[in-house]
């Protein structure tokens, strides 16, 4: 069954305390992405992988990185969280091209104190 | 820039009615359009995929029309049940596979 999938699914945390959120998908797509999710401001890329060790920045970038050492893990890493880091984070894959649908996690719901 | 817009932002209807949520967007130099499901606190479920050649596309009673020219999309949902209710998003996929997401229409269907 076609999966992507992160953990944890739910944080809480505290400022400025080092974090990773893990996204994995099995369907040896190429493309994976992170995005936030904000009521009242939708859904904003955050970072981007066109393929291993090639990453680059969405929207919005600033407070967070991302590693792609594996085409199947693309982590989500916050080095210093700070309460404007509260949001829905979801990671998403696709097979590329410009054509394929997009699949999306399940979703990490985190809150920084 | 890309932006994506969605009307109405929230929508009652009753059970059984046939019903249109609106997409518009202001690049029409998309690849596809994709529209979504998403339940609260949940993640985001893949209803229908428009390539940027077609012009609509049908899963089950679902339908979902793209006209790139005018920059607007709709999905037509037939015989709405209370298992619909739901938020309804549309995304546009341009260059580097990025999703830009409308902000979606919040879609309650009473028994």
């Known amino acids: 069954e076609a999966q992507v999938t992160q953990n944890p699914r739910y944080l809480i945390t505290v400022t400025g305390k080092k974090l990773t959120v893990t996204c994995s998908q099995n369907?040896?797509?190429?493309?994976m992405s992170w995005y936030r999710q904000d009521p009242g401001l939708g859904l904003r890329q955050i970072y981007y992988?066109?393929?291993?060790?090639?990453?680059d920045k969405g929207d919005v970038p600033e407070g967070y990185k991302v590693s792609r050492k594996e085409k199947r893990n693309f982590p989500l890493i916050l080095e210093s969280p700070s309460p404007n880091q509260t949001s829905l984070y979801f990671c998403a894959t696709t097979g590329g091209r410009g054509y394929n649908e997009q699949f999306f996690g399940p979703g990490t719901r985190l809150t920084v104190l | 820039k890309q932006e994506v817009t969605q009307i109405p932002a929230a929508l009652s209807v009753p059970e059984g009615e046939n019903l249109v949520l609106n997409c518009s967007f202001t690049d029409s130099a998309i690849y596809n359009l994709q529209w979504f499901r998403q339940d609260p606190g949940k993640g985001l479920t893949s209803l229908l995929l428009i390539q940027s050649s077609q012009r609509e596309q049908t899963s089950g009673r679902l339908n979902a029309s793209l006209d790139k020219s005018s920059g607007r999309s709709t999905l037509y949902i037939a015989a709405s049940q209370p298992g619909d209710s739901a938020t309804y998003l549309c995304?546009?996929?341009?260059?580097?596979?990025?999703?830009?997401f409308g902000k979606g229409t919040k879609l309650t269907v009473n028994p």
């Open positions: 995304a546009c996929q341009g260059g580097s596979e990025k999703l830009v």
């Open positions: 369907m040896n797509h190429e493309y």
């Open positions: 992988s066109m393929n291993v060790e090639v990453t």
